[in-house]
């Protein structure tokens, strides 16, 4: 019922290789690992591929993957990543910009995709690049500060890649609150006293401290919670201290944690919860305005093709059956899958509605 001309926005992605990709190139940007004398086309993902996109390539569904190759190798990376991508139904990007790696920034993405796209400030790479150019403790927490403060002047929210424990308490014992001056002073000489250059920061104190950074701008903060490391409920304290700042906070857990984290969007009026795949279970739990398409791409523009042909097709039988099980009228159900699918995203991040011009080269840019 979603339907393939519903308009997603994409909640949470990264930017894709600008260059042409060889079969060893492009196998090594799916997802898993192949067993020895094997092919991560005979994947989930590598099947996805094959179906999905050679016909927005013109050629036939499942065919080889190296005839695919070829034909992408033939029309050149940034017109396949330009039919690729504008295949997709996606209509806006939000970009996460902290991934290492030749990817291509906002702006480009956008281009290639006619879609608008916006910066989400990945505050760990931030933190790396102040210190890299700061002489001594003070001017690193100052130029910090000042940091943050500048990126959220152009981008729409931030991002971390984890939750390190529960932080500091607050008063009597209660929600965790923002690390105390003194704690972070040392914490940050500790680290910049022994930290090679380029060095991202993994001391709980510090990364505490740029996310009640982050916190202090009011925009939209994304919590990247992987599925082998700490679940949402390490990031409870932080989240129920946080609760009436204004700032707005999507987990994004990994596929064991989706329903601890549904049940705290459920709890919490700014928590919300962002996923690429089915959307049935945490659905299943949470208010629908509180769920919000996040792909997760990177690297390759047929990754943005096949996680939004899945998250589609499973919005779909889900708002399908419960129509038909007489549980939802039909405006019900396209109205969940309206939500889900782009309003949120769109409510949340404060983003301008509507699809850019694609003749316009500059207006994917627009705020």
Known sequence: ???????LVDAYCHGILPGDLGLGAFEAQLPGTAAPHTTLFDSPTGFAVRRWCPPLLGLEPHCAPARYLARRRELGAYEAARLLLRGTGIDAYLVDTGEPGDLTPPKELGAAGAARAYEIVRLEPLAQQVADTSGTVDGFLANLAEAVHGAALSAVGFSAVGFHGAGPEGPDGGEPGPPGAGQVRYAAAEWLARRPVGARPTDPVLLHHLLWNAVATGLPLSLRLPADGAGPRAAEGFLRATSGLGTDVVLLPGEPHEGAAA??????PHVYVGLGGDPAPVLGRTPFGKVLYAGGAAA???????????????????VERRVDAGDWSSADGHRVAALVGAANARRVYRLAEGRPDPRRSDSHADR
């Open 1 to 7: 019922m979603a339907g393939d001309q519903a308009q």
């Open 300 to 318: 390759l523009p047929e990754l943005y093709v096949t996680g939004a042909r899945r998250f589609r097709a499973a919005l779909d039988r889900l």
């Open 263 to 268: 049940d705290l969007a459920a709890a919490l």
